[in-house]
């Protein structure tokens, strides 16, 4: 797009499906270096990602011709692909949670944000993903409903937080 000129920074949250701690410690590095792939193969560029067993992060620099649903829908079915190949779970199927967690900074918040996402251990030491998640809901003014918060509405009612 000649003549168009932006500065996108978005940091994404999203969950594995039911909240489960399936992604394992030791698969976590492959799994930053994956979905690394999969975003700089979309022409995107990837500042930071990391995780925890239940949850991942990740600060994108988005060009404007790409939507963010687009791009994290193929970030997480691609990575869902590979960790179903690879057989992280045996006897299972791995699954991220429908939706994510989207928020903008700008350029001079970005050092900040990059450290957050490293910390992911440190932070998780004294709260939960669901009290990050909300947090994060809050200081950025989202309105959410709690009853769909981390369930699947599709889902039978006891697979909610």
Do not use: C
Not at 74 to 92: M, V
Not at 103 to 128: C, D, G, K, M, N
Request: charged share 20%; hydrophobic share 40%; glycine share 6%.
């Amino acid at each position: 797009m000649a003549n168009t000129y932006s500065q996108l920074y978005l940091h994404v949250v999203f969950a594995v499906a039911g909240r489960a701690r399936l992604i394992p410690a030791r698969h976590q590095q492959e799994l930053n270096r994956y979905i690394t792939g999969i975003v700089t193969n979309k022409g995107q560029k990837l500042l930071a990602v990391n995780g925890m067993p239940d949850h991942l992060h990740l600060l994108l620099n988005l060009r404007p011709d790409v939507a963010p649903s687009d791009i994290v829908r193929d970030i997480k079915a691609n990575s869902a692909r590979f960790i179903n190949e690879q057989r992280w779970l045996p006897g299972g199927r791995f699954e991220w949670q429908r939706g994510f967690g989207a928020f903008s900074y700008a350029a001079s918040q970005l050092a900040t944000v990059i450290r957050y996402i490293e910390q992911q251990p440190q932070h998780h030491a004294t709260r939960t993903f669901g009290e990050e998640y909300r947090s994060l809901l809050r200081l950025f003014g989202v309105p959410y409903d709690e009853q769909y918060l981390f369930s699947d509405p599709y889902a039978a009612p006891d697979s909610a937080e």
